[in-house]
C-alpha cells in the first residue's frame, strides 16, 4: 500500500515537471520576437550585429547629423560619446525629438547603418531610458537633468 501511495507522488511530480518545462519552451518561442536587446553605439561598432538581428540602439543624436530628406526619411547619428552609428528612419519623429537630446531606436544595422522601425525621444526635460543614462555613464559623458556632468559634485 505505501509504495503505491510512494509511486503516484512520483508520478505527479514526473507529470508536474514536464508541463513547467513545456509551459516554459512554449513562453520562450512565443517571446522569440519580442526581445529586443540594447545596444550602445560603441557595442554596436565593436560587434556588429547581423542584419536580421533586431535590437534597440540608445545615446544622444549627435549635433548638426539631422537631415530630413525627400519625403518621409530622415537620418541623422546617435552617439555615447565614444563612438557614433548613422540612423536612417522613415516615419514622423516624436515631437521631443531634437540634435543633442537622448533616443532610443528599434530596428536593423544593415551595411554599416542602423535602419530604424521605432524612434522613442525623451518624454520631459528630466527623462533619459535607463539603458541611454548607463551607456553614457560608462563613456563618462552623461550630464543630468541639472546639466551637471555625471560625478560632478556641487559646492553651495
Do not use: C, W
Not at 507522488?9 to 513547467?20: F, N
Not at 552609428?85 to 536593423?108: K, Q, S
Amino acid at each position: 500500500m505505501r509504495s503505491l501511495k510512494k509511486q503516484r507522488r512520483i508520478q505527479v511530480i514526473v507529470i508536474a515537471m514536464i508541463a513547467l518545462v513545456g509551459a516554459t519552451a512554449l513562453v520562450g518561442y512565443a517571446m522569440r520576437d519580442g526581445i529586443n536587446f540594447f545596444r550602445s553605439p560603441s557595442q554596436v561598432v565593436e560587434a556588429p550585429p547581423q542584419p536580421n538581428e533586431v535590437f534597440r540602439i540608445g545615446g544622444l543624436v549627435e549635433e548638426g547629423t539631422l537631415i530630413r530628406g525627400e519625403g518621409e526619411t530622415i537620418t541623422f547619428s546617435v552617439t555615447d560619446g565614444g563612438a557614433s552609428v548613422a540612423v536612417a528612419y522613415t516615419g514622423i519623429l516624436p515631437d521631443l525629438f531634437r540634435e543633442g537630446e537622448g533616443m532610443v531606436g528599434t530596428g536593423r544595422f544593415v551595411d554599416g547603418r542602423f535602419e530604424a522601425t521605432e524612434i522613442l525621444a525623451r518624454h520631459d526635460e528630466t527623462y533619459m531610458p535607463k539603458e541611454v543614462v548607463d551607456a553614457l555613464k560608462e563613456q563618462g559623458v552623461y550630464k543630468g537633468p541639472d546639466g551637471e556632468a555625471y560625478g560632478e559634485t556641487v559646492t553651495n
